[in-house]
């Protein structure tokens, strides 16, 4: 299970500001954290303020980080006390969302889910009269505990009404009780949906109920969002998520010279090959 952990500068950083305010902007980025008695560190992905309902103004960071039981720095974390001091670095630009990005399909698994909420985030930012981008998330988790409460917006065995959406719970009898416990990263994804309507959609997928992310969910998608005139919007596929989902999906990405690298395109999306996606691995 995961937590989500928020950071405040211990005095109020102008610079701060300008630096995330930047990051916030151009697409997926992170900051590493710091082990101070191993001296090693982590990255983790700073989640958008939506749910909040606070500007990106006070200079806080939050993050949802899950605890490995076997793991050096998420364990360090999740140990500390509240009001702990923590170093952090950063930020690193992962990938930029260009600027005339139209729709995005995010694959994620597991605590990859944090970097599709950026893309959202900056993407939908963009919002204007003549321009709405859409992203469309695909979500893989082990267990229903970590997505309670989410409920599929496109897929074919189409459930209840998300409990979110403020239908009335009387009115229909299929209507799904609301759910006793909700995961955060679900909360976060409702509000990003409750702030631009009609332009973020997500399916989820569960392990242990036998529903994997297959060809048939991206390309439901993709062939939706493919350009019939020439001049092609841009649209991209980002992956996120542990080594081996992102070399399924994708392809391996690859370390050379100290760098980790992009690698070929691979994995169920080149079987595809989709014209008119860029793909980028995370
Ligand atoms: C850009 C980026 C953003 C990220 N954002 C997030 C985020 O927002 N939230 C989040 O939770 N995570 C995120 N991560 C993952 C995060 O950086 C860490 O990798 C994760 O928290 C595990 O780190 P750890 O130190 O706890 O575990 P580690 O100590 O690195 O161990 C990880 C696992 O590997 C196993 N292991 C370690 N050494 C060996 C070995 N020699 N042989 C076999 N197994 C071994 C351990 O048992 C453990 O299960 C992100 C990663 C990147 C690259």
Redesign the pocket.
């Known amino acids: 299970m ?1 937590s989500v952990f928020t950071l405040k500068p211990p005095k109020p950083d102008e610079g701060n500001h300008v630096v995330y305010d930047e990051a916030w902007r151009t697409g997926i980025w ?1 900051v590493m954290f710091k ?1 101070p008695q191993l001296q ?1 560190g ?4 700073p989640l958008p303020s939506v749910s909040t309902g606070k500007e990106e103004d006070e200079d806080e960071l939050r ?4 605890r ?9 974390l999740h140990s500390l006390d509240v009001g702990t001091p923590i170093e952090i670095r950063g930020p ?1 630009i ?1 990938c930029p969302v260009p600027a005339d990005t139209r729709q995005v399909l995010f694959i994620a698994g597991g ?1 990859g889910i ?2 599709a909420l950026q893309a959202g985030y900056t993407l939908l930012r963009r919002t204007s009269s003549t321009h709405k981008p859409r992203i469309h998330i695909l979500w893989a988790n082990r267990r229903r505990d970590d997505c309670a409460g989410g409920v599929n917006d496109t897929t074919i065995a189409k459930p209840q009404r998300s409990w979110f959406s403020g239908s009335s719970p009387s009115s229909t009898s299929t209507s799904a009780p609301p759910p006793t416990h909700v995961s955060p990263m679900v909360r976060e994804l409702e509000a990003l949906k409750i702030q631009y309507p009609g332009q973020v959609t997500v399916d989820y997928y569960v392990d242990e109920e036998n529903a994997f992310i297959e060809k048939n969910a991206i390309l439901e998608f993709t062939k939706s969002g493919s350009s019939s005139s020439g001049s092609s919007p841009r649209n991209m596929i980002l992956v996120s998520g542990p080594e081996g989902f992102i070399g399924y999906m994708a392809g391996p990405k690859l370390w050379a010279q100290g760098m980790e690298l992009q690698g070929p395109l691979a994995g169920i999306i080149r079987e595809l090959d989709l014209k008119d996606w860029a793909v980028w691995k ?1």
Not at 63 to 66: K, L, M
């Open positions: 995961g992170s082990q090693i982590r990255d983790y992905t993050f949802f980080i899950r490995d039981p076997f793991g050096e720095v998420s364990r360090y690193k992962e605590t944090a970097p995370l």
